[in-house]
């Protein structure tokens, strides 16, 4: 009987140090969690920045100036008006992004999407707003206007955006902004320098981020598309041409 009870209060033992290895384990699993993510904050060319983070004349690859590349985990504080100012004496108001039809998404903290593009919002001393991101173009850059667009282009919920290129440069996506009217027939982008070339995608309901990668029915995924578009220097406005089912290949 006694050698019983000696093996049981063994096994319990065992099994207690099981518990507590598994336990053990979950602050690591937490920890991991609190993943690092670095945020693109656009300030544009009025924005200035006193605060830590390293701030980046030009991003080439996703054609943006005047950048805080700021790191953190998700849910950290992003630089607020304490470090955020103008040359033009705008207050700084918030950080926002752009979904396909130009509304805007105010953020306070890093969200959880790595490489996000946020763009800062100032108040004029006026009471107005200046949008130095993408639908308000600031000096050097530049707005293409595409027409032409059909009826069916933001049906279920679909919005659009572009992907651009410019000689010998990678193609990158950029927000567009629709033109009046709940069935839009234009759009306008912008970006910091001509490019030689765009197409327009019609991506999935709540896209922010497109994919020419991406197969399910999920936000990302790009259902139709342009034929390239070929933009020539000093001409801004062009008609979008023919569309097509976009193939994942």
């Known amino acids: 009987m006694k050698k019983t009870l000696l093996i049981l209060a063994s096994s319990c033992l065992m099994l207690a140090g099981c518990g507590a290895a598994q336990a053990g384990l979950a602050a690591p699993q937490a920890h991991e969690l609190a993943s690092t993510n670095t945020v693109y904050l656009v300030l544009s060319k009025i924005g200035t920045y006193s605060g830590a983070q390293p701030v980046r004349e030009k991003v080439e690859s996703k054609f943006l100036e005047n950048v805080i590349e700021f790191s953190g985990n998700v849910g950290d504080a992003l630089p607020g008006k304490d470090e955020v100012g103008s040359t033009s004496g705008a207050e700084f108001q918030s950080w926002v992004s752009y979904d396909g039809t130009g509304a805007l998404t105010e953020y306070t903290t890093v969200p959880a999407q790595s490489g996000k593009i946020l763009y800062a919002y100032f108040a004029s001393n006026g009471g107005g707003t200046v949008n130095p ?55 306008s982008f ?60």
């Open 133 to 187: 991101g993408t639908s308000t173009p600031t000096e050097g850059d530049v707005t293409y206007t595409i027409t032409g667009l059909p009826s069916w282009i933001t049906d279920n919920g679909c919005v659009i955006f572009a992907w651009v290129w410019g000689n010998g440069e990678n193609g990158a996506w950029v927000d567009c902004v629709y033109g009046d009217g709940k069935k839009p027939t234009s759009l």
């Open 190 to 249: 912008t970006v910091s320098h001509e490019m030689t070339g765009c197409l327009l995608a019609r991506c999935a309901k709540d896209t922010t981020a497109p994919s020419w990668n991406e197969g399910g029915d999920v936000p990302g995924r790009v259902y139709n598309q342009t034929e390239n578009i070929d933009l020539t220097s000093g001409t801004y406005s062009y008609p979008c041409g023919t569309w097509k089912e976009y193939k994942l290949k």
